[in-house]
């Protein structure tokens, strides 16, 4: 084929972008705005200086007195996690840990000034890992305090320098937690080395129970595995597999004595701390069994014994009885678990013993019970709920496929597609379904199997159950559905009560009603009449987002809560509670009395006792209010049943959240946060009045700190739009400075949210304010279709507002986002030449092949972002290839003025990463200035934290050349090439000896 026959059907592609996407963009923002010039054959013509177009800009001098925010300032940084109060309200708890570095835990005294502190190890651990998941992220434990407010149990890790020294030095043991018991008269702390876990009971305060870890076989850095990384995978057991047990320690908390029970694998107290239940598994088969030891006397009672594996072992919340599984009398070499139950209220001439209530042998064909799977009481004691497991596959041998052909096979009728099937492997192969086992009939049920999943009521008489296997393929492109149905807990029996739901079904607390969304309603099905009933159609509100711009049926706003008995459930519209009569007879009441509508506020539950499922109609309700328009917050009150508005407790330009209330008292807390504020801890014996403890980050005031206000303008459909503006402390009005832009859909809620400075793939207006730059996070409103044209005309003229204010220099104007704000930022830069620089990160550029990607990370193909959700197509490539076309940056990059730097990362699994290489291609081809940045093995947001300080770096290093003037990098003006890879984040040795 000829060259002009190759060049036809690109000329016709370029005259389609170009004719449909500028005329809609043009026709909203004003044509010129439009950069129109084509590419040129040749390589484009540079400036003097390759590297930037604007000259010298100098950032103001730093306040006096403060320091210059680096690197280095991040790490110092400290977050306040796992606040508590005590039950008695006299204490509150909670660990303050730096980004990088030791932590502490801090007691302090709600009424007085009385603050305790002790030490709690390298809980600041940054990630030295790439992709690696929420389980691998390092988070402290909360401490927790005994019932009676005396003391504070909490873990001890290891030091930095232990934990440093076990990561670097092969052979050194990994370093063991410890457990610190803090007595509040004092403050002492009684530190107890090796121990794996803890417990305090509920109620009562006396006891604390602690398992130590067995010394016996301490694993090494280079023996047993680095510290963090998943163990070897065992090889599989000939015999019936046990775990030994180690030594159990009770003290006594108030006598200080302290007693030892050993081999003990699994232990556990009853909620009012009269019962101490655990297992026990030796090496000889000495002693093993379930036992539980009367506290008030030291009596201890086997319930079963036998050389056996014991698992799970709880009590009822009355205390009452236990229930455990075992397979004790399984002597062949895959021994099965049974379900034990055994009654603690003794019976004349009968001693406490465990019965087996489900054998192993009644699992039906295919199905064991779950020897990992949870086993329980329901809320109200009256049944047992335990796990079905599948009997696991014979695994195929390891060498058995060396010659024979390893494939995955993609079938078209497949529920879920390969990488999803890959990613949920583990999950699928450890599946459980939920049987329930009634103790009045002595039968037991599966509720639960391969397609249905179920919620059971606290009396274990009504089951809801959900199937959405029917609508798996529809699910693939965003349009999937549920069925639910009544399951009886004894026969099993199912009755369908709806088909085709877009939402979730829900079960009332009591068991008494399902309750779900359709067609823009409330609707409920009454469990014990069958009776349906649509719960708001006659109200003038709308129940559903009213906001939401995305190709789909919009959301609800969601329920509230349930009162006693369920008598009533609130529901929520965008401003106001609605109390509903479930049943439908008596008419929906407004419970807010329209206050949040005619406010623009918001209002929402707050509950505050989590451990009741019901709301309590005899005590006031309390609400957590929003305005919408200022983002202002705080506390209201109001009553079910009651006429009349709600009552405001507090209301500030804050941002309070976090409420708390001690068990047994009248003493709250929260936080309370501006942007300058971090969220602190306040606590009072009202919400209205409260008292600051504690100062996480005091440093704070030594370093240069602006300020942010909301900004309005009009996008281009004269629609009005508000936006975050940061702007340097000591702003002046009358100079002009570098601006960068920041986005992604909408973050004006975030007023009055603290932020910290911090460094990764996205803008922290504190570190660019501290640079010189004024920082602009504009929201944004969407039509169908048109997400990359919605982005244009909606932050286009919030830029230009700014301009016309005359403190931004036209200039010197940055663009940036990650993700979806990567995207409209690649986006943007086609349709104008009005930004000297941009860094859209993890961007999609191409949507017609984005469309057939897998997210990895999920294993979702990702056609329903462009048909349904976030990418905003509205339909298949099939149905609108033109708005695939039109909305992808890459048929458009002939026209790019602006240099770019991007990061796109090989382990993403979110956005393909060849979306980062066809970028990047087609720059290089088009000879237009661009940087791209792969963190080998890391994630869609890097994980790893010195590629988050990185990729941090460069963009700043980035936007300093191309904004403020300034000298470009090594990296920018010669590469780095593969042969010198990694030599820019080491010192190397000179090989002739010198430095």
Known sequence: MNRSSRATPNRALRALCTVSASAVVAGLIGASTLNAQAATSGPASLPANPFTSVSRWTPPPLPAGKKPITQDTYDEWRTIS????????????????????????????????????????????????????????????????????????????????????????????????????????????????????????????????????????????????????????????????????????????????????????????????????????????????????????????????????????????????????????????????????????????????????????????????????????????????????????????????????????????????????KVSANRDRNRTYTALYTIASGKWTQLANDSLRVTVSDDGRRVLGINSVEY??????????????????????????AKGLDGNPQLSPGGNYVTWFEKGQWVSYVVATGKKSILTDKLPVKFQDEEFDSPDVPPPYGLGGWSTADKRVLVYDRFDVWEVDPSGVVSPKNLTDGEGRRAGVTFRVVDLDREDPFLDTNTPLLLRAVDSLTKASGFWRDRMGVDGKPEKIVMADRNLNGLQKARNAEQYLLTQSTYRDFPDLYTGTTIASTAKISNANPQDAQYPRGTVELVSWLNGDGIPLRGLLHKPENFDPSKQYPMVVYFYEKLTDGLHNYVAPSGRNNVNPLVYNSLGYIVFQPDIIYTDGQPGPSAAKSIIPG?????????????????????????????????TNMFAAAVPNATVVNMTSAYGGIRWQSGLARTFQYEHTQSRIGGSLWQYPERFVENSPLFKLDRVTTPVLFMANDNDGSVPWYQGIEYYVAMRRLQKEAYMVVYNGDEHNPTKRANQKDIDKKMIEFFAVKLQGADAPSWMVRGIPFLEKGRDQVKMANPNGGK
Request: proline share 6%.
């Open 799 to 831: 830029v230009q507002a700014l301009i016309a204010k005359g403190f931004v220099d036209p200039k010197r104007v940055g663009i940036t986002g990650q993700s979806w704000g990567g995207y409209q930022s690649s986006y943007i830069i086609t349709v």
């Open 472 to 497: 798996a393929i529809p699910q693939f492109w965003g349009e999937g559905a549920s069925d639910a149905y009544l399951i009886d807990p004894v026969s099993g029996a199912r009755t369908l009560i």
């Open 82 to 421: 796992g606040s508590s109060l005590s039950n008695d309200g006299k204490w509150t708890a909670y660990s303050l840990s730096p980004v990088v570095g030791e932590g502490e835990l801090v007691v302090r005294a709600t009424a007085a000034a009385t603050e305790y502190r002790a030490p709690r190890g390298f809980t600041g651990r940054p990630q030295l890992q790439p992709s690696a998941d929420s389980a691998a992220q390092f988070s402290a434990q909360p401490a927790q305090f005994s019932a009676d407010g005396k003391f504070v149990a909490f873990t001890i890790y290891a030091s930095r320098a232990d934990v440093e020294r076990a990561r670097t030095r092969r052979g050194t043991p990994v370093p063991r937690n410890g457990l610190g018991i803090m007595n509040l008269a004092d403050g002492t702390v009684t530190r107890v080395p090796g121990v794996r876990s803890y417990r305090l009971a509920r109620n009562g305060g006396r006891f604390l129970a602690y398992l130590l870890e067995d010394t016996t076989a301490a694993p090494r850095n280079g023996a047993g595995g680095t510290p963090g990384a998943p163990a070897a995978t065992p090889a599989a057991a000939v015999g019936p597999r046990r775990e030994n047990g180690v030594t159990l320690v009770l003290r006594d908390l108030t006598a200080g004595t302290e007693q030892r029970i050993e081999g003990v694998t699994a232990f556990t107290f009853d909620d009012d701390e009269k019962w101490l239940g655990y297992t026990v598994t030796t090496r000889d088969g000495a002693g093993n069994g379930a036992f539980v030891r009367t506290l008030a006397s030291g009596a201890v009672t086997p319930l079963l014994t036998g050389q056996a594996t014991y698992r799970g072992m709880s009590f009822d919340r009355k205390g009452t009885q236990v229930v455990l599984m075992s397979d004790v009398g399984d002597s062949t070499p895959k021994p099965k678990m049974a379900v034990y139950h055994a009654s603690l209220v003794p019976v004349k001439g009968k001693p406490v013993t465990a019965r087996k209530i489900v054998a192993a042998a009644e699992a039906p064909a295919g199905l064991l019970i779950a020897e990992r799977g949870a086993v329980s009481f329901t809320r109200e004691g009256n049944g047992v709920i335990f796990s079905l497991g599948n009997v696991p596959m014979d695994s195929i041998p390891a060498d058995s496929l060396v010659d024979k052909a390893g494939y995955d096979l993609w079938h078209w009728k497949d529920t879920q597609i390969q990488p999803q099937q």
